[in-house]
C-alpha cells in the first residue's frame, strides 16, 4: 500500500465515525435506565451525568477499549 491509498482508508475510517456520531445524536432519547448491552440498571451517577446514556459504567469501558483498540489495529 502506498501513501495515498493510506491517506483515502483513513478519510474513509474517519468518515464513518463521524456518520456513525450524527445517527448516534439523532437518537436523543432520554435513556431507559437498563444497559443495552448486559441488562443491567444504569448508574444513577451516570444517568444524572448523562441522561442519554445507553450502557452501564462497566459496557461503556468495554465498548471504550474495543473501539480504541480497532483503531489502533484497524478493523478485523
Not at 471504550?64 to 489495529?73: F, G, H, K, L, S
Amino acid at each position: 500500500m502506498d501513501d495515498i491509498d493510506l491517506a483515502a482508508e483513513r478519510t474513509d475510517m474517519l468518515n464513518a465515525a463521524a456518520i456513525q456520531a450524527v445517527l448516534e445524536r439523532t437518537e436523543s432519547v432520554l435513556s431507559t435506565g437498563i444497559c443495552r448491552a448486559c441488562n443491567e440498571e444504569i448508574e444513577a451517577e451516570r444517568l444524572a451525568a448523562n441522561p442519554y446514556a445507553k450502557h452501564c459504567r462497566d459496557c461503556a469501558d468495554e465498548a471504550e477499549t474495543r473501539a480504541r483498540q480497532a483503531r489502533r489495529c484497524g478493523p478485523r
